[in-house]
């Protein structure tokens, strides 16, 4: 029997647009989709109709495998000689435990590739009109995980990324928004600094709530703020706010024409 192979894919931030061509091509040949709860579901249409689908997705609590089952999952049908699509939203490598599933791979001899996906901070930030960076206001940018970034086995230094980085994009952080605002505030962060939470970027329900870091968990509770959603801490939120008032003045002057 061939030996068989794994790719481990990016599928997109969740405009199923927003994928690359060897993403698509992968999922087309795939034998094997393992696939999570981000991927947009429109994508597992370009698998071949014989592949056999099976979803990992993990809600926050809910998990239908464990990382080491799906792992052990994507080795036993690789060794039975099948190509494995792995296809996790997102970039697979940025907060996706990608390289974990890469390692196992390596570990049992197993030929695997890995191709990157945008990744929701990009992709919703983009499709949110937030530049990251910004010439004058935003010369750095963090990708920040906010799960038990505060009380876990390996915290965020918080401490130092209030004052070391310009613009802070913070995956997973609904839960401990209030947690972190503090952190932040307590480390030197200016109460005023504009901040964005991004629901569902690029896709058809986007929803974008914006304020300052000293009220974003009130706003975010009161907004009833969802998962998956980003947060953006830092002054490049306000090219946003920009952007809309010149387009509503266009907007202005086109109907009063
Ligand atoms: N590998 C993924 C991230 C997985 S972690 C990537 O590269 O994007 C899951 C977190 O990603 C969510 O809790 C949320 O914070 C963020 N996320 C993923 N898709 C998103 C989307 N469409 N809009 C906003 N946040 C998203």
Aim: glycine residues 12%; charged residues 20%.
């Amino acid at each position: 029997m061939s030996a068989g192979r794994v790719s481990i894919v990016g599928a997109g931030p969740g405009d199923p647009e927003l994928i690359t061509l060897k993403a698509v091509r992968r999922i087309g040949e795939g034998d094997v989709i393992l696939y999570d709860r981000l991927v947009n579901r429109e994508l597992l249409h370009y698998a071949k109709p014989e592949a056999i689908m099976i979803y990992c997705g993990k809600a926050p609590g809910k998990h239908t495998f464990s990382q080491e089952q799906i792992q052990s999952l994507m080795e036993q049908y690789a060794l039975s000689g099948k190509h494995v699509v792995r296809l996790k939203g997102g970039d697979p490598l940025i907060f996706g435990r990608g390289g974990e599933e890469a390692l196992a791979m390596a570990a049992a001899g197993i030929p695997y590739e890995i191709i990157p996906g945008i990744t929701s901070a990009l992709g919703a930030a983009s499709s949110g009109e937030i530049p990251l960076t910004h010439r004058g206001l935003s010369a750095s940018c963090a990708f920040v995980t906010g799960s038990r970034s505060v009380s876990g086995e390996h915290p965020v230094r918080w401490d130092l990324l209030a004052g070391a980085v310009d613009t802070l994009v913070i995956y997973m952080g609904i839960a401990e928004l209030s947690e972190i605002r503090s952190q932040l505030l307590k480390n030197g962060k200016a109460p005023g600094t504009p901040a964005a939470i991004i629901e569902r970027g690029t896709t058809d329900r986007q929803r974008i709530i914006t304020g300052t870091l000293d009220r974003i968990d009130k706003l975010a509770a009161a907004m009833q703020a969802e998962n998956p959603a980003l947060i953006v801490i830092g002054e490049v939120v306000n090219v946003r706010s920009e952007l809309l008032e010149l387009e509503a003045g266009m907007m202005d002057q086109t109907s009063s024409a």
